[in-house]
């Protein structure tokens, strides 16, 4: 099946792993812990980590306790700021093709496009990690006993 709305692994690995964060308010939540709700490896999500902690958006402490934990409250995070960290700046594109093809300047299929672009960028900027409903989430479908 084909997807509408398509986001880098990294990115969706970064709006996971704040997910996961934000369901342990005020806890330092260990790399190892995280990697293992959300099957990944932990080098790809310490790597998303710290682009997310060089932004700000996560704390990090090393030793055996140490671990993550938001550097915000859930409401004061977006979706846009996850994304920007990881992917950089959000730019809607205005052709399928990422590099325009044709020559009209109205093209509608760009205008479309455009307007669906906006539409996400828009959404991402507006919804916080305060905005799903965190208690009870568990990646990949689990859901606590």
Not at 31 to 51: F, M, N, P, T
Not at 72 to 84: K, N, Q, S, V
Not at 127 to 141: N, Q, V, Y
Request: some cysteine; charged content about 15%.
């Amino acid at each position: 099946m084909a997807e509408i709305v398509k986001f880098s692994d990294a990115v969706v690995l970064g709006f996971h792993a704040m997910i996961d964060l934000a369901e342990h308010p005020g806890h330092e939540v260990p790399l190892h812990d995280i990697a293992v709700r959300l099957r990944v490896s932990e080098a790809h999500l310490s790597k998303v980590l710290q682009r997310l902690r060089k932004v700000g958006l996560v704390q990090a402490s090393r030793g055996p306790s140490g671990g993550y934990r938001l550097a915000h409250p859930p409401a004061g995070i977006t979706f846009a700021c996850i994304f920007e960290a990881i992917d950089g700046p959000i730019q809607p594109q205005f052709c399928l093709f990422g590099t325009p093809v044709c020559t009209n300047p109205s093209c509608w299929m760009g205008s479309f496009i455009g307007q669906i672009n906006q539409q996400v960028k828009n959404f991402l900027e507006q919804t916080t990690l305060a905005d799903l409903p965190i208690r009870g989430f568990h990646p990949l479908g689990q859901h606590a006993a």
